[in-house]
């Protein structure tokens, strides 16, 4: 079993977490915002978790400032061509695009790379198949979010839908059902989780009230660094 080691530091009214990763061979304490892990710590085997919250918290201010520009190396753009090499987000991880011809129609990630295999790789056909798999992944995974946010938060597992809506993440009904953009499975499960923990709190919270805030920050403490680098994705992920 490999642990992974896990701390979080307060600056303000933020909480940034962050993950170690102990290395032999170093010397020093470097910091990274990995697009999968958030704040990624590389430190040598014996630096104690106290002197490594003090090196967040002395570089906070600039760990917050990156979570709010997004993931670094987000040097590619949202896709838009549909061609071959094209880099695609599921769960924060970037796969590039590799078109096949095929009379059936498919979609796998395999080896870093989404194939998609379609009759005519028309950009057309192949947009259609991707946003189809994406939504079929999004049917998956969000209900499955849902369940395990309610249950820790102790409400009803709601009816989850997904829906082609460009403008919001999430939204959430009178009747307590919850819809959310299938385009949130791009971004990596710390923050498909915010959406799913908000929507949540907005069954017994209409209005972004103070209580609101409140509510999801007892079950989501880190809430706000998570919806900055949400923010900061949010244009990669519009397409
Ligand atoms: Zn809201």
Redesign the pocket.
Known sequence: MIAIERSSVRFGLTAIPYVVRRSQRRGTVSIAIDPAMGVLLTAPQATPIARLDRVVHDKARWIVERLRRGPVGAEHVAPSEFVNGETFLYLGRQHRLKIATGAVTRVALTGGRLVVTVPVGSATAVRKVVVAWYRHHAAERLPERAAIWAKKMGVPVPVVLIRDQRRRWGSCDPKGNLRFNWRIVQAPMRLVDYVVA??LV?LGHRH?TAG?WAALGRVMPDYEARREELRGMGARLEW
């Open positions: 908000h929507e907005h972004h609101f």
